[in-house]
C-alpha cells in the first residue's frame, strides 16, 4: 500500500525558533497533502491543505504566516512552524489521497515540544 | 459545517466481550467515511472505508456499519482483545476537497 512518511519523528526546540516538518509521498505522486494538529487527548484538526505549485488552502483561524506550507514537488510537502511557543507543542499529522482519492494515507505524525 | 461526534468517549471491557462504538455527522451530504485506530503517540492506521453508497463494510472481527440518512455509523468490534486498546477515530469526507473531517474519539481498554 501505498507510504506516507514524516520527518522528524519527534522535535525539541526552544521558544521563538522555527521548525521544518516534511511529508513524503514515498511510492505514489500526491499533488494535494493535508497538515493535521493533534493537541493531547484531542481529535485530529485540518489544518490546511498543501498543493503542489501553488498556494496552501489554510482553515479558519490558522495563522498562514506562522505555520508556512510549501509543496514544491508531487512527493514532498513541507510544515515550519516560524517562531513556535509552547503552545504549539502538538502532534503533528500529514496525510495523502490515494490514486483513487477515496482513501488518505497518514504519515506517523511529529511530535514537537516547545520549550 | 461538518460535526462529527463519537460516542463513548472512553470504554473499558473485559476481554473476549463484543462492543459497538459510535459516530454521528451532522451533514448528510458525505462522500465517504472512515475508522481510524490510533495508538498513543502514533499516527493512524485505516481500518474500514465506506462509500456513501454502501451500507456496512467487514474486516476480520470488524464491521462498519453506515446509515447516511440519519448521519450515523457504527463499528462493530467481536471478541475483543487487549490488542484492540487504542483510540478509535471516525472521519467524514464530504465533497471533492479530499478533507476528513474527524470525530472526537472513543478511548477504547480491553482488559486482560
Known amino acids: 500500500g501505498a507510504v506516507v512518511s514524516q520527518h522528524p519523528s519527534w522535535v525539541i526546540c526552544k521558544s521563538g525558533t522555527s521548525v521544518k516538518i516534511e511529508c513524503r509521498s514515498l511510492?505514489?505522486?500526491?499533488?494535494?497533502m493535508f497538515w493535521y494538529r493533534q493537541f493531547p487527548k484531542q481529535s485530529l484538526m485540518l489544518m490546511a491543505t498543501s498543493n503542489e505549485g501553488s498556494k496552501a488552502t489554510y482553515e479558519q483561524g490558522v495563522e498562514k504566516d506562522k505555520f508556512l506550507i510549501n509543496h514544491a514537488s508531487l512527493t514532498l510537502s513541507t510544515l515550519t512552524v516560524t517562531s513556535a511557543h509552547p503552545e504549539d507543542s502538538s502532534f503533528y499529522i500529514c496525510s495523502a489521497p490515494g490514486t483513487g482519492a477515496l482513501e488518505q494515507y497518514f504519515g506517523p505524525g511529529t511530535r514537537l515540544t516547545v520549550t | 459545517k461538518q460535526e462529527v461526534t463519537q460516542i463513548p468517549a472512553a470504554l473499558s471491557v473485559p476481554e473476549g466481550e463484543n462492543l459497538v462504538l459510535n459516530c454521528s455527522f451532522t451533514d448528510s451530504a458525505i462522500y465517504n467515511l472512515q475508522w481510524f485506530r490510533q495508538d498513543p503517540g502514533k499516527g493512524l492506521t485505516s481500518l474500514l472505508l465506506?462509500?456513501?453508497?454502501?451500507r456496512e463494510q467487514t474486516s476480520g472481527r470488524l464491521n462498519a456499519s453506515l446509515d447516511k440518512s440519519s448521519g450515523r455509523s457504527t463499528l462493530y468490534i467481536a471478541a475483543s482483545q487487549p490488542g484492540d486498546s487504542a483510540t478509535y477515530l471516525c472521519?467524514?469526507?464530504?465533497?471533492?476537497?479530499?478533507?476528513?473531517?474527524f470525530g472526537t474519539g472513543t478511548l477504547l481498554a480491553v482488559q486482560p
Open positions: 465506506i462509500q456513501s453508497s454502501q
Open positions: 472521519a467524514v469526507q464530504g465533497g471533492a476537497t479530499n478533507k476528513l473531517i
Open positions: 511510492d505514489f505522486q500526491a499533488t494535494t
